[in-house]
């Protein structure tokens, strides 16, 4: 290869000319009164981190696809399609490694056995990771779920034993989080080796009534979830923070809010009422994602049901918002009714 084959934008001559060539096409664009163009997937995510927004509500909803489709080539090619037949906003890789169980944990004590998992244990889903940059990653962001330290520890054992094991004696279980945390950060460095733009990152075990004394959260579970988080936020340009009541609701979301996330998914049902999502938002002081429940209409509704209550939700939210399911709908949902709530995000303009 000659020198000139070799050149890139990141050359400082060919930089000079990309940018003079640039300002010649704003002037000129300027001059002629052009509107600018619509921004594209990435350009819009990522107009969410800084300044009033993209101009268009971005919106994505997930689902988990059937076994056969989970991991690998089967799951690049699944992944694809829906992204497609929903217009949606970013690609969203779906977490399906889960730690298989040990029944051999017993007891607190037991959790020194729990072993790290390196890449090799990960190489279906980061096939599926890899795949998925390399089809999709020059029009959207590409971000991977990722699930907390408590959550893979809880699949080890079944979250109820897990809970007993920190309630019984939380500093011999932090062995055991230790190394799960080790596992999923060896996962993220992978990604990041890949070339993915960064992680939806869920967190449970602080909703209401998971452990007896709530202190338990915040000495146990959570510098789990900011050890892993903290990461994502110095590595990666785009994160997502879920904080997911699949499990059960919660009380108050202030144990959260000093958690990193350039967008914050989370439910505004609670155990002591409804929050609005310009509530939720100021709380956070960062876009909000959601605002439609994953068990209403977005799962079993007409597409006309499914337009007024996307409808309503956008109109509830701030402008800088991202239009969703407040955790993964049902498998079952429609991807025609998916793609109605996403086409009205994008049509949506405040009166």
């Known amino acids: 290869m000659n020198r000139s084959e070799g050149r890139t934008k990141d050359d400082p001559a060919t930089r000079r000319r990309f940018v003079a060539s640039l300002s010649m096409t704003v002037a000129a664009a300027a001059a002629s009164g052009a509107q600018p163009a619509k921004p594209g997937k990435r350009e819009a995510m990522l107009g969410l981190k800084n300044g009033p927004g ?167 579970v959570k510098p789990y979830d900011l050890r892993v988080m903290k990461e994502l936020d110095a590595t990666f340009r785009f994160n997502i923070l879920h904080v997911c009541d699949y499990e059960a609701p919660y009380a108050d979301l202030a144990p959260f809010v000093e958690y990193p996330g350039h967008v914050v998914s989370c439910p505004s049902h609670f155990t002591t009422g409804e929050v609005g999502l310009r509530e939720l938002a100021r709380r956070f002081n960062r876009p909000i994602m959601g605002g439609m429940d994953r068990k209403g209409v977005i799962g079993t509704g007409t597409d006309e049901e499914i337009r007024q209550a996307a409808t309503e939700a956008l109109q509830a939210a701030t402008d800088r918002f991202v239009l969703g399911a407040d955790c993964t709908v049902p498998s079952n949902a429609r991807w025609e009714g998916l793609r109605t709530a996403i086409a009205t995000a994008h049509g949506f303009r405040r009166s």
């Open 54 to 220: 993209p101009g268009y509500v971005p919106a994505a909803f997930f689902l988990h696809f059937d076994e056969p489709f989970r991991l690998g080539k089967p799951a690049v090619e699944k992944h694809l399609e829906y992204y497609r037949a929903t217009g949606m906003d970013f690609v969203k890789i779906q977490y399906e490694r889960t730690f298989p169980p040990k029944p051999e944990i017993r007891t607190p004590a037991d959790w020194r056995s729990m072993p790290t998992y390196g890449v090799e244990f990960y190489a279906p889903q980061l096939e599926a990771v890899e795949g998925l940059v390399k089809a999709a990653g020059h029009e959207a962001l590409v971000l991977v779920t990722l699930y907390s330290p408590f959550m893979c520890a809880g699949h080890t054992v079944g979250r109820p034993v897990l809970v007993k094991h920190i309630e019984e004696d939380g500093e011999a279980v932090r062995a055991g989080l230790e190394a799960v945390t080790d596992s999923l950060l060896g996962f993220v460095r992978g990604c990041r080796q890949l070339g993915v733009d960064g992680f939806y990152a869920s967190t449970q075990g602080g909703e209401a009534g998971t452990f007896r004394d709530p202190a338990l959260f915040a000495k146990y």
